[in-house]
Each structure stands twice: as structure tokens, then as C-alpha cells.
């Protein structure tokens, strides 16, 4: 099972590869060129940035997943070792949390008073990055409890190993 779930990771890895090199580039050109006089066409560069930065934060939080499911093969996943990696994936996920956010202010203030942001629904595409927040927002607690959870997992294990 254990070979499945990397089998995953590593297809998440090629899939932000494939992202970062191909499809975040492609469509913020496509942006650009389709907004060229407008607001929107000098948001190329910050939003390509962004959306590179995003997937950045994917890679080195599934890295961290790697190293707890090497833990959990092992049998040792209540250590200290645990602990770094889930850190490391709240720290991950905090840091594209707040990269939606920045998205989000930047595309409401930058796309109110543009006219063609207005014919591709302004409000739905805020309403989509309202709903990533939200999302994003929830797995950072999420994680944030886990990490607690395993914080009294591993202070438990290292009472039970004294005791015995």
C-alpha cells in the first residue's frame, strides 16, 4: 500500500513539474494577450509568479509526505522526525494559503473597474478564490490539530517505551 501512495506522490511531483513548466506559463500568457491594453495584462508576471510559488509549496509539502510514509513502512512515525515533516507541511500550507489570499486582493482591487474582467463574471472568479481560501484555510487547521494529535502520540510512545 505503502508503494501506491508514493506511486501518488511521484505522480503529484511530475503533475506540478508539468504545471510549473507548462501550464501556469502558458496561461498567464494567454491572460496577458487576452487583456493586453487592460489592468490585467500587467498582472501577468506577479500572477505567473504566484501560480509558480503555489506549485513550489505542493512539491515540498508532498516531499514531507514522502518522508512520513518512509516513517510509517518503518514503524516509527510517532518521533521527532514526524514531528519536522507535518511542520513542514503546515508551513507549506500556510504559505500557499497565503499566496491565494495575495491573489485574491490583488484580483479584486486590480479587476473592479476593468471592463473585460466585467464580461468573464468578476464575481465568479472571486467567489472561486474566496473558495479556495476557505479550503485552504480549513486544511491548515486540519493539519494544524494532526500535528497536535501526534505531538501527544509521540510524548505518549516515549512514556510507554520508559515504562517498559
Do not use: H
Not at 501512495?5 to 506559463?25: D, R, S
Not at 516513517?71 to 516509527?76: D, K, V
Not at 489570499?101 to 472561486?128: Q, R
Request: aromatic share 10%; glycine share 8%; hydrophobic share 60%.
Amino acid at each position: 500500500m505503502l508503494d501506491v501512495l508514493k506511486g501518488i506522490v511521484v505522480l503529484i511531483w511530475i503533475g506540478c513539474l508539468w504545471g510549473q513548466a507548462v501550464v501556469v506559463p502558458t496561461l498567464s500568457q494567454a491572460v496577458g494577450d487576452l487583456f493586453y491594453p487592460q489592468n490585467q495584462a500587467a498582472m501577468r508576471w506577479p500572477y505567473l509568479i504566484a501560480g509558480e510559488l503555489f506549485l513550489l509549496c505542493v512539491e515540498i509539502a508532498f516531499g514531507a509526505v514522502w518522508r512520513l510514509l518512509t516513517l510509517s513502512g518503518s514503524g516509527r512515525v510517532f518521533t521527532a522526525k514526524a514531528l519536522t515533516c507535518v511542520n513542514w507541511v503546515i508551513g507549506c500550507a500556510a504559505a500557499a494559503t497565503a499566496l491565494t489570499l495575495l491573489v485574491l486582493v490583488v484580483f479584486l482591487i486590480s479587476g473592479w473597474n476593468d471592463p473585460v474582467i466585467e464580461t468573464m463574471d468578476y464575481y465568479a472568479v472571486a467567489f472561486m478564490l474566496g473558495v479556495v481560501l476557505i479550503a485552504e484555510i480549513g486544511f491548515d487547521l486540519l493539519m494544524t490539530v494532526m500535528r497536535g494529535l501526534l505531538r501527544a502520540a509521540t510524548d505518549q510512545s516515549d512514556e510507554l517505551e520508559q515504562v517498559i
